[in-house]
């Protein structure tokens, strides 16, 4: 079994900054892309930011310039540095692995509120 365990979520006034985390554990030999989505309220799921292996990135237009992915091979882990936050990132924000050769896993969300 593998799991994806995020943290890093919580409130935030606009302007201000938060590091999410996502950790991957189990029976893992090796992580293909990572990367992170988020789901406002009434909205559907929207890509924020994916990472490759060779750390290779791709970002939504709405967060480039302020958000950056990186990733911990070694650990695992994928990280989105969100800076310069502002009302409208306000969402439950998800990671996603893919995890050869079981397939896509997804972690259980963190809420991450942009007060104005």
């Known amino acids: 079994q593998v799991q994806l365990v995020e943290s890093g979520g919580g409130l935030v006034q606009a302007g201000g900054s938060l590091r999410l985390s996502c950790a991957a554990s189990?029976?893992?030999?090796?992580?293909?892309?990572m990367g992170w989505y988020r789901q406002a309220p009434g909205k559907q799921r929207e890509l924020v930011a994916t990472?490759?292996?060779?750390?290779?990135?791709n970002y939504a237009d709405s967060v480039k310039g302020r958000f950056t992915i990186s990733r911990d091979n070694a650990k695992n882990t994928v990280y989105l540095q969100m800076n310069s936050l502002k009302p409208e990132d306000t969402a439950v924000y998800y990671c996603?692995?893919?995890?050869?050769?079981?397939?896509?896993?997804w972690g259980q969300g963190t809420q991450v509120t942009v007060s104005s």
């Open positions: 990472i490759t292996v060779g750390g290779s990135t």
């Open positions: 996603n692995a893919a995890i050869p050769p079981w397939g896509d896993y």
């Open positions: 189990g029976s893992i030999f090796s992580i293909n892309a």
